[in-house]
């Protein structure tokens, strides 16, 4: 069983960067890790993914450039870097943990872990 607690989120001007972190309670090593977010009225998306073999990523379409996925196995900690913020990037960030064979995944349905989440809010 991986328990993950999220931190990094507040409050940011549009433009700004916030760096979200997700430390697990076991080891991480081999489980693909993902965030999701979910903003007010709407369903929780996919974010980004990391995998474990090749390290390989994947991105949603509109944080591609701005958000960067990365891992510390020796830490047990995933982290999101998000720069150049926009309005639209307001949700509650969720990371996830996936018992896998190393590639990324995208469905949130693939995903066996969870955090509690951390909100983001991006002011204009």
């Known amino acids: 069983q991986v328990q993950l607690v999220e931190s990094g989120g507040g409050l940011v001007q549009a433009g700004g960067s916030l760096r979200l972190s997700c430390a697990a309670s076991?080891?991480?090593?081999?489980?693909?890790m993902g965030w999701f977010r979910q903003a007010p009225g709407k369903e929780r998306e996919f974010v980004a993914s990391i995998g474990w073999s090749d390290l390989s990523t994947y991105y949603e379409e509109s944080v591609k450039g701005r958000f960067t996925i990365s891992r510390d196995n020796a830490k047990n900690t995933v982290y999101l870097q998000m720069n150049s913020l926009k309005p639209e990037d307001t949700a509650v960030y969720y990371c996830?943990?996936?018992?896998?064979?190393?590639?990324?995944?995208?469905?949130?349905?693939?995903?066996?872990?969870w955090g509690q989440g951390t909100q983001v809010t991006v002011s204009a």
């Open positions: 996830a943990a996936a018992d896998s064979y190393g590639g990324i995944y995208y469905s949130a349905g693939r995903y066996d872990y």
């Open positions: 076991g080891r991480i090593s081999r489980n693909t």
